[in-house]
């Protein structure tokens, strides 16, 4: 069976690294056909719209994507298409599991977590409104008429939404992974002592979730604590499961505890569709010179491989990685130890080694 794969270049370092997994993909002999779509500037530049609907649909026929990162400017000009793409998907679950390749130069060994982030609720609904705007004065009018604690009038208001249905969801599928993968811990994530309706009903979803699977253990974090624990052992946690916010922060912490971005893949998963990408971002400073680092999307491919059913395919890319990384030759100038960038391999010279040892 051929695998339609919609393709998503992004910008940056992403065009490089996409087409470093595009080709080890293909060398696992699994057969592929890719659907070349964009999204993000290069679309604004070819198509005049961020996120087009041809490429939307192009992952709904498809119920597949490998996406590179895509620049977002900060605090001004277009919201993330990113998170617009998991919205119009619905791709709730971000998968990110963290761990140690030996090799990869990093403060912690032995690290072995999965953070499973809420992908579509929390602060990240695009619900804001800006400072000294009729509709932020409005609602805070609204809000003060309300509240005992008073908002001052001239600040800027976001809104965070967590429903019990989100909230069971994303649970719900930490546990389903944790079943699947022989994970024998899932910690609840979140702040429920000071957000006692928003966190404290993620929790309470969570705990209710809990009793459903016996066979896997249970308990929960405040995020802040969740933060040092990790840092202090993290050997004893397994699977964390948590709203977006603290999942796009605590999955940033797990990255470096395994080394840095470069290594960290992960998964947008919906009912219908998924999307694999790695949690970097389009890193501009290095795009377009044949240095990016392509493991982590690389091992986003593999997560693509394990979603459609090609485990064999899945685990001998992740050896490959592996024996590349362990080996020290073929590997981009971040993986080295002396970080000598005249010494180190391109993405495609990585990429090369990584086939090679497939
Ligand atoms: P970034 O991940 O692009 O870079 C952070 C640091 O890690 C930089 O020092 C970068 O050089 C390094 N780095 C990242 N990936 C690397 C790789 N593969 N090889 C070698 N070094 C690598 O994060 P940022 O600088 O905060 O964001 C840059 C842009 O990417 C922003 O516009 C941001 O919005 C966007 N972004 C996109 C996504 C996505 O597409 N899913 C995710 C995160 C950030």
Redesign the pocket.
């Known amino acids: 069976m051929t695998y339609t794969v919609t393709l998503i270049p992004?910008d940056?370092?992403?065009p490089e690294?996409t087409e470093a997994a595009r080709r080890v993909l293909e060398a696992t002999g699994v057969p592929f056909q890719w659907d070349l779509r964009q999204a993000g500037v290069v679309a604004l530049e070819s198509e005049g719209e961020l996120l087009p609907a041809a490429t939307l649909d192009s992952i709904r026929t498809n119920r597949i994507g490998l996406?590179?990162?895509?620049?977002?400017?900060?605090g001004k000009g277009f919201r993330?298409v990113?998170v617009a793409l998991r919205h119009e998907l619905g791709l709730y679950a971000n998968l990110r599991p963290g761990r140690t390749i030996q090799g990869v130069q990093s403060v912690f060994d032995h690290v072995d977590l999965v953070v499973v982030r809420e992908n579509i609720e929390d602060s990240y609904i695009g619900v804001e409104f800006d400072t000294g705007t009729e509709d932020a004065r409005h609602l805070i009018g609204e809000i003060n008429a309300r509240s005992a604690k008073k908002i001052p009038m001239d600040a800027s208001i976001g809104l965070k939404q967590i429903t019990d249905e989100g909230s069971r969801r994303i649970v719900k599928f930490a546990f389903e992974y944790a079943r699947q993968n022989g994970r024998k811990l899932v910690t609840a994530v979140h702040k429920a002592n000071i957000m006692k309706f928003t966190d404290g009903l993620f929790l309470r979803v969570a705990q209710e979730v809990a009793e459903e699977y016996p066979d896997i253990q249970f308990n929960d974090r405040i995020i802040d604590n969740m933060c040092m624990q990790l840092m202090q052992k993290p050997s004893q946690y397994d699977v964390l499961v948590m709203p977006n916010l603290y999942g796009d922060i605590v999955s940033d912490l797990v990255s470096g505890m395994i080394g840095?971005?470069?290594v960290a893949p992960g998964g947008n998963i919906g009912p219908d569709s998924a999307v694999f990408?790695?949690?970097?971002?389009?890193?501009?400073?290095?795009a377009g010179k044949n240095?990016?680092?392509?493991?982590?999307?690389i091992l986003s491919g593999a997560l693509l491989l394990r979603h459609i059913g090609e485990q064999a395919a899945a685990e001998r890319v992740e050896a490959a990685v592996a024996r590349v990384i362990g080996d020290g030759q073929q590997v981009?100038y971040?993986l080295r130890q002396d970080r000598d960038a005249s010494k180190a391999a391109g993405t495609t010279g990585m990429a090369d080694a990584v086939i090679a040892a497939l």
Not at 67 to 74: L, R
Not at 291 to 296: F, M, S
């Open positions: 992004g940056g370092i992403g690294v996406k590179g990162p895509m620049t977002t400017p900060i993330s990113n840095g971005l470069g990408e790695p949690i970097h971002g389009s890193a501009p400073s290095h240095e990016a680092n392509p493991t982590a999307m981009t971040d």
